[in-house]
């Protein structure tokens, strides 16, 4: 039965065109399916997808992967190449489709180039150029901060020294290349009695002085002896004598002389404050002058009581100036004294001004100075008048062996040939300024290296330079230490008192002004000077501010002390120069000589554009600095330093 029944459907199924006759093959009665199908016919498909795996991008049909998302492969496992299209240029590599760059590029496609000079300065004298300084105005060096060589093609002869590319003239010499001849008389003015030659005044008609405007002295050959005095060529007896000389002693009295406070002169007397003080001088006049009486040295004359003696002048004539006193403003001649302007009295000790001088009859020489009447000797001298050397006074300090005679005369060269330098000559000289330095400030100049040394010689007589300079035609450089005094103010100049200041108030009828070699100005700074010249008496300066100006030790030792003291919140000059002082970063005071100009006048001259005068201190410390061999430094200006009446303290 069962035979039967497949032997029909084998039949049934092999007549017609089936799947079978494509997927199977009939035998005995039912089909043998191949190619994986199935049923009883083979006419059911296999599943060709089953072992197929298109992965995440990719879909199976019939057994083959259809890709998407641009991957590829029989299993769509092959992912895309996204850089195919990309292009990173030559700056940059491709990454999953995405431009990596290199060399500093930028930009989706590594096409955007880098800024070089975006960390690079070139200041104010260099543009950048592809990450290089391009410099101008003939400035070198990486970032164009090497300022050029202006001198390097100026040639200023032996008569001038370059710089900034200008050639500075000594010699009197002028011209852009300081080649042109100077004319020595084109600013000497000698008068109606006087002509010039070689820069100096020839007198005539018995005229003097510098620009032959001194009178002749009429009483030079007119002698009055000890008991009168000439004016006018005509001689003026004291009081007791007559005669042409005054050479009658019309009261009968001899050379004996009383004072009230002494009684009869029997030696060499003097009377100050009611007060009678005896010296081994053996001498006869009395002399009242201003509240005083000074009795003269002997001149070989004998007095009562050494008549029978061997007293007398040994030698022969009698020295007519030898018992004539008269100070520092006149001189003796002919037993007369003859007086300089501003000065009167029989021995020039009456100051025309009204101001007694009690000094007037003292002459301490070039060797002391005057203080209320009593010699006060330089180092290695003694003697009343300051005119004994001691043995021991050959020693010559630091700063003689640092700047010789020759060197300084060589800075202040022009001021030889001027009359009106005739007050700086005498008083401002170098040995004054040695004496000034060893006996009070040896530290000057003498600590530091070598090149400190000679650096702070050069930046302070460049300073005080331009504060008392002559600045005539001419190498102007060459004028220094001309004015001793404040130029203007000569009768005075009260704007220099301070009448707030209780404690050093200033004396009525006194000036102020600018004295000494760095121009100590206001009462407050002569009484703080006082007390340190004078033993702490701050009256000395403040009743006698001449006295600056009398002496030239005391000049320079006033500037010195202004320059060697710290002054809060001010460090000392000296300080600067050897590079001791502590920096202020934070106002710009760097050590070198433009922090000596801040400490000096910067409220005036600092933390701005450089005016002339800075220039001009600028320039005499190059001068002096040339002359003494050794290189300036650095911090020659203060335009970029904060003034003190500006920031006094330093915040960092």
């Known amino acids: 039965m069962h035979v039967i029944i497949s032997i029909v459907v084998c039949m049934e199924v092999a007549a017609p065109v089936h799947a079978l006759a494509l997927h199977g093959s009939c035998s005995t009665g039912s089909c043998t399916c191949k ?23 990719g879909v199976c049909n019939l057994g083959v992967c259809t890709c998407s998302n641009n991957y590829s492969g029989l299993n769509c496992d092959s992912a895309p190449d996204l ?90 010499y002028t011209g852009p290349l300081c080649d042109v001849v ?108 201003e509240g005083y009486t000074y009795c003269g040295e002997t001149d070989g004359s004998v007095d009562d009581d050494d008549q029978g003696g061997d007293g007398g002048d040994q030698g022969g004539t009698p020295d007519a100036c030898a018992t004539v006193e008269c100070g520092v403003n006149g001189s003796c001649d002919a037993g007369v004294c003859v007086c300089a302007q501003g000065y009167s009295g029989t021995f020039c000790s009456e100051n025309q001004g009204g101001t007694p001088d009690i000094c007037a009859t003292v002459d301490c020489g070039a060797n002391g100075s005057c203080d209320a009447g009593v010699c006060v000797c330089a180092q290695g001298y003694s003697g009343t008048f300051c005119s004994v050397a001691d043995d021991d006074n050959n020693v ?72 008392i300079t002559g600045w005539w035609a001419g190498q102007q450089y060459g004028w220094g230490l001309c004015f001793i005094s404040e130029v203007g103010c000569e009768n005075g100049c009260s704007q220099y008192s301070d009448f707030s200041n209780t404690q050093y108030p200033p004396t009525a009828g006194r000036s102020y002004h600018g004295r000494g070699a760095i121009q100590i100005t206001w009462n407050y700074n002569y009484g703080a000077l006082s007390e340190v010249l004078f033993n702490g008496d701050k009256n000395v300066l403040l009743d006698n501010p001449d006295l600056l100006i009398k002496d030239g030790v005391l000049a320079f030792r006033a500037s010195l002390w202004f320059w060697m003291t710290a002054q809060y919140p001010k460090q000392s000059s000296h300080a600067v120069m050897i590079d001791a002082a502590v920096e202020c970063s934070s106002a710009g005071r760097y050590n070198g000589f433009g922090r000596t100009t801040n400490i000096i006048n910067g409220g005036l001259e600092c933390q701005m554009p450089t005016p002339q005068k800075v220039q001009n201190r600028v320039n005499y410390y190059l001068r002096y600095a040339s002359i003494l061999q050794v290189d300036t430094g650095q911090h020659l200006y203060c335009d970029q330093m904060i003034n003190y009446n500006n920031m006094g303290y330093c915040s960092n």
């Open 83 to 172: 850089c195919a299209s990309l292009d990173c240029s030559a700056h940059g590599i491709c990454n999953v489709g995405s431009c990596s760059c290199t060399d500093g590029y930028m930009g989706t496609q590594c096409s955007v180039a880098p800024d070089l000079c975006a960390n690079v300065f070139c200041g104010a004298y260099g543009d950048c150029d592809a990450g290089v300084c391009k410099c101008t105005v003939n400035y070198s060096g990486i970032n164009c901060d090497i300022a050029p060589d202006l001198c390097a093609n100026v040639d200023c002869g032996t008569h001038g020294i370059c710089n900034t590319g200008l050639c500075i003239c000594n010699d009197d």
């Open 35 to 57: 190619d994986g199908y199935t049923g009883t016919q083979c006419d059911l498909a296999p599943d060709l997808c089953a072992s197929t795996d298109c992965g995440a991008h």
């Open 182 to 289: 100077p004319d020595l008389c084109a600013n000497i003015a000698c008068g109606e009695h006087g002509t010039c030659d070689a820069g100096v005044c020839k007198c005539t008609d018995n005229y003097g002085g510098a620009s032959c405007d001194v009178a002749p002295n009429l009483c030079i050959d007119v002698d009055c002896g000890q008991n009168g005095s000439c004016d006018a060529g005509a001689c003026e007896c004291t009081a007791g004598y007559t005669g042409t000389q005054c050479e009658i002693d019309s009261d009968g009295s001899d050379n004996g002389s009383t004072d009230s406070a002494c009684g009869t002169c029997r030696g060499c007397l003097w009377v100050a404050h009611n007060a009678c003080y005896v010296s081994t001088e053996a001498a006869c006049n009395v002399y009242k002058d």
């Open 396 to 467: 010559p300090g630091s700063l003689r062996n640092l700047l010789t005679q020759t060197q300084f005369d060589e800075m202040f060269n022009l001021r030889q040939a001027s009359g009106s330098c005739q007050d700086g000559i005498d008083k401002l000289t170098y040995e004054n300024l040695l004496a000034a330095v060893d006996q009070y400030y040896p530290a000057f100049a003498n600590e530091g290296s070598d090149e400190a040394k000679l650096r702070e010689i050069a930046a302070f007589l460049g300073q005080i330079s331009q504060e």
